[in-house]
């Protein structure tokens, strides 16, 4: 079994910054990727990052330059640091993960509300 834990969501104002933790435990082996997602009511939910097991990352278009995702691959933790936000990056955040095998998890969400 695997657990991920999201932590460090809250309120905060246009233009500020917000670091999110995931924590992977469990059953953790040959982990592939690791990756934050967003979602609206009513919207599908959206890719924010992701980063491979060889460090590879890739971001969403409308957090390019604002928002970077890393990884301590000792301590099983996720990193999103998110600056310059806007009203529109207010959503539930979602890490996942991928083992090899093509197993994947999801963890319970966070919320972050960017006030204007």
């Known amino acids: 079994q695997v657990q991920l834990v999201e932590s460090g969501g809250g309120l905060v104002q246009a233009g500020g910054s917000l670091r999110l933790a995931c924590a992977a435990s469990?059953?953790?082996?040959?982990?592939?990727?690791m990756g934050w997602y967003r979602q609206v009511p009513g919207k599908q939910r959206e890719l924010v990052a992701t980063?491979?097991?060889?460090?590879?990352?890739n971001y969403g278009d409308s957090v390019k330059g604002r928002f970077t995702i890393s990884r301590d691959n000792a301590k099983n933790m996720m990193y999103l640091q998110m600056n310059s936000l806007k009203p529109e990056d207010t959503a539930v955040y979602y890490c996942?993960?991928?083992?090899?095998?093509?197993?994947?998890?999801w963890g319970q969400g966070t919320q972050v509300t960017v006030s204007s």
């Open positions: 980063v491979t097991s060889g460090g590879i990352t």
């Open positions: 996942d993960l991928w083992l090899l095998g093509f197993n994947h998890y």
């Open positions: 469990g059953n953790i082996r040959s982990i592939t990727a």
